[in-house]
């Protein structure tokens, strides 16, 4: 059983910084793409990064300049660097990724497994 454990959320003033972190376990060959995804109250879940396994990255607009994801590749992990956080970036973060295993990998069959998600709250 493959699953994410993140971690890092928590409570912070406006501008301050958080790192959350996203590791992945279990029966794993390879992560293709990874990502964090926001789900804020009473709105859908929103896309937040996203990075290959190149490690080219994209970013919502909402965040460009302002977060940062990478990934350790060694330690199937993903970190998603928050800075100059605002009270519209209070949500529960999701990570995400997609993997192979075994036999899988042969035929490029990849599966989306997400986290529990992690609450980030910013006050003004």
């Known amino acids: 059983q493959v699953q994410l454990v993140e971690s890092g959320g928590g409570s912070v003033q406006a501008g301050g910084s958080l790192r959350l972190s996203c590791a992945a376990s279990?029966?794993?060959?390879?992560?293709?793409?990874m990502g964090w995804y926001r789900q804020a109250p009473g709105k859908q879940r929103e896309l937040v990064a996203t990075?290959?396994?190149?490690?080219?990255?994209s970013y919502a607009d909402s965040v460009k300049g302002r977060f940062t994801i990478s990934r350790d590749n060694a330690k199937n992990t993903q970190y998603l660097q928050m800075n100059s956080l605002k009270p519209e970036d209070t949500a529960v973060y999701y990570c995400?990724?997609?993997?192979?295993?075994?036999?899988?990998?042969?035929?490029?069959?990849?599966?989306?497994?997400w986290g529990q998600g992690t609450l980030v709250t910013v006050s003004s």
């Open positions: 990075i290959n396994s190149g490690s080219s990255t």
């Open positions: 279990g029966n794993i060959f390879r992560i293709n793409g």
């Open positions: 995400n990724a997609n993997y192979c295993s075994g036999s899988g990998c042969l035929s490029n069959r990849y599966v989306e497994v």
